[in-house]
């Protein structure tokens, strides 16, 4: 079984290298064209796109993504599918009828999957803010001042395990040190922090504390 990603007898820039000339146009052009190619060849069958959401540089395959962006990412993977082809929405609504996808709904779980998908990012500061509980306060210093860019399941492992913004945690030369606080060997592969936050008796009250900096305008959701 040959692996379709990027062109098969013509060959194109990596998936990386598309996300970065944010012209999902021009990479749905690519993918029509390599499976033109391979279907002249007798291959019935492509793994591309591959719209993983890159978080990590460490990870081994993060040229094979279009970026760390939900929605170009998500822009990207409907360009190279032909995601406006009627046909494909049909089969999407056939496999979600069938159980094969998870849709996000707004039960407590749901909420808390859709945000791990997420960047957080701080707003600009403006005037006339609406005053912060002390656990939106805590959640708002740890996404301005950490020298990661903390995730949901993050800040959930954090609150979880009663460890508050200091000064030998925040900042970039303490990038490190938070990495470990946060993390074990077991937690560091792909999901399984958000797996095990899922179960947190605090997550639910993290939720909440997001969706108020969110509805204060205190941050956005990328």
Not at 68 to 97: I, M, Q, S
Not at 110 to 125: F, H, I, N, S
Not at 131 to 155: D, I
Not at 187 to 212: H, P
Request: with cysteine; aromatic share 6%; hydrophobic share 40%.
């Amino acid at each position: 079984m040959l692996d379709v990603i990027n062109g098969y007898r013509t060959v194109y820039p990596i998936p990386l290298a598309q996300g970065a000339s944010f012209r999902p146009e021009l990479s749905g052009a690519c993918a029509k064209m390599a499976a033109r190619e391979a279907a002249a060849a007798g291959l019935h069958v492509t793994f591309s796109p591959m719209t993983d959401l890159v978080r990590d540089a460490r990870w081994g395959r993060v040229m094979e993504s279009t970026g760390e962006d939900v929605w170009l990412n998500g822009r990207f993977g409907v360009a190279d599918a032909d995601g406006t082809n009627p046909r494909y929405v049909k089969e999407l609504l056939h496999l979600k009828r069938v159980g094969l996808t998870e849709p996000v709904g707004e039960e407590p779980e749901g909420v808390y999957r859709a945000m791990t998908q997420c960047v957080l990012v701080p707003a600009k500061a403006g005037r006339l803010r609406a005053p912060l509980n002390p656990l939106e306060s805590q959640t708002l210093q740890w996404l301005r001042e950490a020298g990661l860019r903390l995730t949901m399941a993050e800040l959930v492992c954090l609150r979880e395990h009663g460890i508050a913004p200091s000064a030998e945690l925040l900042g970039e030369e303490n990038r490190q040190a938070l990495t470990e606080t946060i993390y074990t060997q077991e937690t560091i592969f792909d999901n399984v922090l958000e797996a095990q936050m899922e179960r947190a008796s605090c997550r639910e009250e993290m939720v909440r504390a997001v969706l108020g900096l969110l509805k204060k305008k205190r941050i956005v959701l990328l």
